[in-house]
């Protein structure tokens, strides 16, 4: 809060690393909902689905001590999806219901030489290995949003899907290339798979001919790329320490939800 506050006053750019706003497709889909052409959004679904932490002899990394991360799957994972659900609908998340679950409560201490005798000694996780909320948008959208480390088969799957009056997208990182778009008015038409890789398409213009698939890294590009047009044409980017900020409202929320059992205003 500080450093968002310190920004805005100083007029300091500043800028907050959620790459997947960078991501070709999402960007298309986010002018289709600007555009109108999915009418008047309705529902979303939210997953970011990983597996790495199934196997209960992980050890125990900074990233499952709250005093070095904050929180588990709901701020590694959730904060992406609350970001870039926020961004597609340009709406913010007012109210949220949780329900935070850690699968595996203790897991061996980091860095044991097996066969020692501490090569036993477990620690304790403090930090939740899968999170799911509902959540209330302030334009009247509802919304389900999933994060989870133990959801076996799941690498990096993130997976996006908007509905409107008019029609709805669907998206997946392990297939991040692609864009499905269904609209009404065609009964057998269905959803349609768009593989953005047109110049015409976001960011796809610096970079190779129709079909040749970008991968997750040009995500980054994309971001340095905006940071420097920012700078260079002074003005703020996006998104900034502002957006950063409510994003974390909205995980604190979360929490508190998930220790009141109520709902909870972000």
Same mark, same amino acid.
């Given at each position: 809060?500080?450093?968002?506050?310190?920004?805005?006053?100083?007029?300091?750019? !500043?800028?907050?690393?959620?790459?997947?706003? *960078?991501?070709?497709? =999402?960007?298309?889909?986010?002018?289709?909902?600007?555009?109108?052409?999915?009418?008047?959004?309705?529902?979303?679904?939210?997953?970011?689905?990983?597996? +790495?932490?199934?196997?209960? !002899?992980? %050890?125990?990394? +900074?990233?499952?001590?709250?005093?070095?991360?904050?929180?588990?799957? =709901?701020?590694?994972?959730?904060?992406?999806?609350?970001?870039?659900?926020?961004?597609?609908?340009?709406?913010?998340?007012? !109210?949220?219901?949780?329900?935070?679950?850690?699968?595996?409560?203790?897991? %061996?201490?980091?860095?044991?030489?097996?066969?020692?005798?501490?090569?036993?000694?477990?620690?304790?996780?403090?930090?939740?290995?899968?999170?799911?909320?509902?959540?209330?948008?302030?334009?009247?959208?509802?919304?389900?949003?999933?994060?989870?480390?133990?959801?076996?088969?799941?690498?990096?799957?993130?997976?996006?899907?908007?509905?409107?009056?008019?029609? !709805?997208?669907?998206?997946?990182?392990?297939?991040?290339?692609?864009?499905?778009?269904?609209?009404?008015?065609?009964?057998?038409?269905?959803? *349609?798979?768009?593989?953005?890789?047109?110049?015409?398409?976001? +960011?796809?213009?610096?970079?190779?001919?129709?079909?040749?698939?970008?991968? +997750?890294?040009?995500?980054?590009?994309?971001?340095?790329?905006?940071?420097?047009?920012?700078?260079?044409?002074?003005?703020?980017?996006?998104?900034?320490?502002?957006?950063?900020?409510?994003?974390? *409202?909205?995980?604190?929320?979360?929490?508190?939800?998930?220790?009141?059992? *109520?709902?909870?205003?972000?």
């Amino acid at each position: 809060a500080q450093a968002a506050a310190t920004a805005r006053l100083g007029g300091v750019l !500043s800028m907050v690393g959620f790459n997947y706003r *960078r991501v070709p497709a =999402l960007e298309l889909a986010r002018q289709l909902i600007a555009e109108g052409r999915l009418g008047e959004i309705r529902h979303v679904r939210a997953q970011y689905l990983q597996d +790495w932490l199934v196997d209960p !002899s992980f %050890p125990l990394t +900074w990233r499952l001590r709250s005093e070095e991360a904050g929180s588990g799957a =709901l701020g590694d994972l959730g904060a992406h999806i609350v970001d870039l659900t926020s961004h597609l609908l340009a709406d913010k998340v007012t !109210s949220v219901s949780s329900l935070l679950k850690t699968f595996v409560e203790h897991r %061996p201490l980091s860095g044991n030489a097996a066969g020692s005798r501490q090569g036993s000694a477990t620690g304790a996780v403090t930090v939740d290995d899968a999170s799911l909320f509902l959540a209330r948008f302030g334009g009247g959208a509802i919304a389900s949003f999933e994060a989870s480390r133990m959801a076996a088969g799941s690498k990096n799957a993130m997976r996006i899907e908007v509905n409107g009056t008019a029609g !709805s997208v669907r998206f997946d990182l392990e297939r991040l290339n692609e864009l499905k778009l269904f609209e009404r008015g065609d009964d057998t038409a269905g959803f *349609r798979t768009i593989l953005v890789t047109q110049a015409s398409h976001p +960011w796809m213009s610096a970079w190779w001919p129709p079909g040749h698939i970008i991968g +997750w890294e040009h995500t980054f590009v994309h971001q340095a790329r905006d940071l420097l047009a920012a700078i260079g044409e002074d003005r703020d980017a996006s998104p900034d320490f502002r957006d950063g900020l409510y994003t974390q *409202r909205v995980l604190a929320a979360v929490e508190t939800a998930h220790a009141s059992r *109520r709902w909870e205003r972000v």
